[in-house]
Each structure stands twice: as C-alpha cells, then as structure tokens.
C-alpha cells in the first residue's frame, strides 16, 4: 500500500520566496494533518483537515502560513513570504477516523531551508 | 498547553542490552502512542496503546499504558544497529481528541 507521499523532498530558497508543500495522503483517509519539526521545538501541529474541510488551524504561525486540500487525495501548505525561521522538515500525515482511535501514518517530510 | 515529558533525552547502550524510555502528562490520555523515526524520514508507528493498563508487544518491543493513564513506557529488548534513531511517544486527550500531542523524542545510540 503506499504510504502519505510528500513533495520535494528538499527544497532551497531564499527569503521572500514563496514555497509550496504537497501532500497526497493514504487513500481512504479522513484527516489529513500538517506537523513542523525543528530542533528546539520538536513536531508541532500546523493545521488538519477533515473530509477536506480545515478543522483547527490554531497552530498556523502565522497569516504568511496557509494550507488547502481542494479534493481527498491532495493537499498544500504554502509560505509567502519565506523566511529564515521557517527552516524545518514539515511533515504530512493522515488517519482513516480519529473517533476510532486510528494513529496517524506520516509521510517522509520536507526538508525547507531558507537561505 | 498539554505537556509531554518524554526521558531521557538520549542514551547510548551496547548491542544486545535492553531499553527503557518513558513518558508522562500533567493530564490524563485515552491513547498513547510509540513511534520511530530514522534520520531522514518520517515517524513510523511501532505501537499504539488504547486502554489503561494495556501491555502490547511488536517483536522485541513492548509497550505499556499506564494504570493512571498519565504515562507510558516502552522497552526495547536484546537492542541491535538499527534500533537506533528517535522514539517518540504521542498522546491523546479525552477533552480533546482531535489532537495528537508529541513528546520531544528519545534518541537511542546502538554500539554494535
């Protein structure tokens, strides 16, 4: 079966730049979520969807962070501007039902620097 | 916010020893979770735990929720190589369980 795909796997930009993340998650799951890891704050959730509908974005930093999921099988997060800070792996993951106590399978991550 | 305290940090064991890492909430949790993650991907679920007092193994791995549901522990027995990485523990909250709460990793060094 294959797992939450993410999209690049790398990505190098300078500061200003807009960047997009992609994320198609596990076929047949519900919840779709976005995580941020970094060194001093460990994973940190962004944002999750259900059944394509933004759900709780309180983790969002900030209004230069956004994400959409325009159908069940593809998701964005964007950042515009970029800057230096936002430097992390960001990870995907999704989950057939929270209420039935289904864990979260991830995908590799993206690895954003910005430069 | 929820709190998790996930210890210790770090640890460097010899091949072929045990493992202990543990975890634990100012709150009370209705799901814990073990995860591994190896150096350039993402977590992967080793474990999931449902029930206070539930003891789950996978393989060398065994984990348990704990009887006040405040934490859990995981063991890992007869360690090798690649049981190195990070171990993160997650959990969820009955008040809120839209939400997966990370600890801030284990991270496990194996001496072959």
């Known amino acids: 079966d294959a797992g939450v795909i993410q999209s690049p796997r790398h990505e190098v930009t300078e500061m200003g730049q807009e960047v997009t993340l992609r994320c198609k998650p596990i076929?047949?799951?519900?919840?779709l979520f976005w995580y941020r890891q970094t060194m001093m704050r460990g994973l940190e959730l962004l944002i999750y969807f259900n059944n394509n509908v933004p759900i709780d974005d309180s983790g969002m930093p900030e209004d230069r962070f956004s994400a959409k999921m325009p159908n069940a099988s593809f998701s964005t997060l964007k950042i515009q501007p970029s800057e230096p800070r936002d430097s992390a792996v960001y990870f995907c993951?999704?989950?057939?039902?929270?209420?039935?106590?289904?864990?979260?399978?991830f995908g590799d991550g993206t690895r954003l620097s910005i430069l | 916010g929820q709190q998790l305290n996930q210890s210790p940090q770090s640890m460097f064991i010899q091949e072929g020893e045990d493992v202990s890492m543990n975890c634990t909430s100012s709150s009370i949790f209705n799901t814990w979770l073990w995860y591994k993650q190896d150096p350039g991907e993402g977590p992967v679920l080793l474990i999931a735990l449902y029930k206070a007092g539930e003891l789950t193994s996978n393989g060398r791995l065994t984990a348990q929720f704990g009887i006040t549901r405040k934490d859990s522990f995981l063991n890992i027995s007869a360690s090798i190589p690649s049981d190195v990485g990070i171990y993160f523990c997650a959990g969820q909250t009955p008040y809120n369980f839209n939400k997966f709460y990370f600890g801030s990793g284990t991270k496990l060094n194996v001496k072959p």
């Open positions: 993951a999704s989950s057939y039902n929270l209420n039935r106590n289904q864990p979260q399978h």
């Open positions: 076929s047949g799951h519900d919840y």
